[in-house]
């Protein structure tokens, strides 16, 4: 046959280099998967201990709702939490508590 006269369907082997009879080719890496995007919300599973200030477990209990958030979601619970924490701390300095000891009298010492 002349060349190029090959049928459009024919493919001619491509020739094997010397001493490479036998030889298994080199296995073509598979195609990595691309990684995952970004996952559904999921909670954290932290245990939250109640402290039995009534105040605080409110505001620890508020922690959980960041579990249902994207991550761009958990910032503005976190700053409310903790401005609350805060704020409840300020109340305990602000409560009128018994009078501070004044000075004790000269007959006293």
Do not use: K, N
């Amino acid at each position: 046959m002349p060349e190029g006269a090959e049928g459009a369907g024919d493919v001619a082997p491509e020739p094997v280099p010397e001493g490479a009879e036998g030889v298994a080719p080199e296995p073509v890496p598979e195609a990595v998967p691309e990684p995952p995007g970004p996952a559904d919300p999921a909670p954290l599973g932290v245990d939250r201990t109640p402290t039995g200030v009534a105040e605080v477990d409110a505001r620890l209990a508020r922690l959980a709702d960041a579990d249902h958030l994207g991550t761009s979601g958990h910032l503005e619970v976190y700053e409310d939490v903790h401005q609350g924490l805060r704020d409840t701390l300020t109340a305990l300095d602000r409560r009128p508590g018994p009078p501070a000891p004044g000075p004790r009298p000269p007959s006293a010492t």
